[in-house]
């Protein structure tokens, strides 16, 4: 059994009446492609507590007067800027990992001037 499918236990109507919203409500929001519940080998719809919270949260967001067009672009905006955030999350990790690297040959190269480098005495000096 999938971590999805362990997931995704309630029926539609049980769905509808923990989230208030109707079965049909409900389709409509699928249609539209606003929420995606899983389904089993025969085709049965099956939500999680996940979904559930997404159709409430669908629902208030109707009820402010925002279309579901509109709804729709909100979660894929959400879903787009969430996945930014893991990406610059990445990138300063390498950021970090380059600064780090960088400091190192830097102590590397500052290592070998010192066996470069000769000191001259001061008798040395006032000859030239």
């Known amino acids: 059994m999938s971590s999805e499918s362990s997931k995704a236990i309630y029926f539609i109507s049980v769905a509808s009446t923990l989230s208030g919203i109707h079965p049909?409500?409900?389709?409509?929001?699928?249609?539209?492609?606003?929420?995606?519940?899983y389904r089993t080998g025969g085709g049965t719809r099956r939500y999680s507590q996940e979904?559930?919270?997404?159709?409430?949260?669908i629902q208030n967001?109707?009820?402010?007067?925002?279309?579901l067009d509109g709804i729709k672009i909100i979660y894929e905006m959400r879903d787009r800027i969430s996945d930014l955030q893991i990406e610059i999350e990445s990138?300063?990790?390498?950021?970090?990992?380059?600064?780090?690297?960088?400091s190192q040959s830097e102590k590397e190269i500052h290592k070998s001037y010192k066996n470069e480098i000769v000191k001259k005495s001061n008798k040395d000096l006032r000859k030239n």
């Open 24 to 37: 049909q409500t409900i389709r409509t929001y699928e249609e539209k492609g606003l929420i995606k519940p």
């Open 91 to 102: 990138l300063k990790e390498d950021i970090k990992l380059e600064k780090n690297q960088r």
């Open 61 to 67: 967001l109707s009820q402010r007067g925002i279309n």
């Open 51 to 57: 979904d559930i919270d997404k159709l409430i949260q």
